[in-house]
């Protein structure tokens, strides 16, 4: 468990994207609100206003949102700041949503890449029976307010819809909400259309696992694989452009070519054994963070089931599939073939 201190740090470092905050912008305008007064007076800074591509600290953020509910009187603002997302408010993260392969990978693309939006929240994909829940995690009680919370997973919600826009469409199961029950909830039962608990033990969203492994119709794995390459530069730049981080952001973008300790060095404009000093600095090696990018690419390639397993080894640097496979069962206890793909 954390103590103080330590979340009160998290708090005060957390930043949030900056097209959160233009978002309630213009959900205050089209209320008639100020809301750049309110920004003021929450303390965010004016550059934010100015500049919707920078961070937005999160501290302030939350202060906003307490005001701009207060102002409205309305406890369930998040849910109307959700009509206000559109498909190219957060740029690439919305658009490899859209063209993965399946609903189960765009969650795991967005789990994956979520501190680009906020990290204020940690995310987790997980398998209960027959159904897949997204967990949302916030870093204290209060941080990120509730109506924030709405809006995320509102905001989800209608992103989910537009990923399979045709019958039978993709509806939540249920929603848990930590949050009191609003005297608005029945716009709660409106927005996602299942039944919602309030005053639970924890928040999530839970879908039918059937309706996640439906292929998307606009799935383009070429092209969900060009976006993962931008996000994970992004995230490395957001993470403090950690050595670690770069060259992990550097492996997903060239595992295929067959990457070597040298070339990524090279790639980042040091030396071998620099490279080497600076990971070890960090608790880590590169051998390491191959076989972590390794794990993740195998199982991404596995679920899509879009290469036999010969061409997956292949991807990922190994000679063969008997390699291949002994490393796939160290990561997972289970071989290829078992966890879901057919060797061609």
Known sequence: MQNRSAIDKRIRNATTAGAWLQVLMRTLAARGHDGARLAHE??????????????????????????????????????EVARYVTGSTFGALTHVAFVSPTLEDAFRRIVRFQRLMTDALALDLIQVGERYRLTI????????????????????????????????????????????????????????????????????????????????????????QQYDQILARQAAELAGASVSDKVRALLFEVMADGPTESAIARRMCMSKSLLKASLAGESTTYRAILEEVRATLARRYLQEQTYPIKEIAFLLGYAGTSTFNRAFKRWTGATPRCYGADDV
Request: glycine share 4%; aromatic share 8%.
């Open 137 to 224: 995690q916030p870093i204290a009680p209060g941080h990120p307010p509730a109506e924030e919370i709405d809006a995320f997973l509102a905001t989800w919600v209608r992103v989910t819809r537009g990923l399979a826009p045709t019958q039978p469409y993709v509806e939540p199961l249920r929603v848990h909400r930590r949050r009191v029950r609003p005297a608005c909830a029945v716009q709660f039962e409106k927005v996602f259309r299942a039944p919602i608990q309030f005053r639970a033990t924890e928040d999530f969203i839970e879908y039918d696992r059937s309706d996640c492994k439906r292929t998307l119709p606009d799935s383009n794995l070429q092209l969900a």
């Open 42 to 79: 929450a303390g965010v800074p004016a550059r934010n206003l100015r500049r919707p591509s920078e961070r937005v600290p999160q501290i302030a953020m939350t202060r906003l949102w307490k005001l701009a509910v207060k102002a409205t009187n309305d406890p369930c603002l998040g849910l």
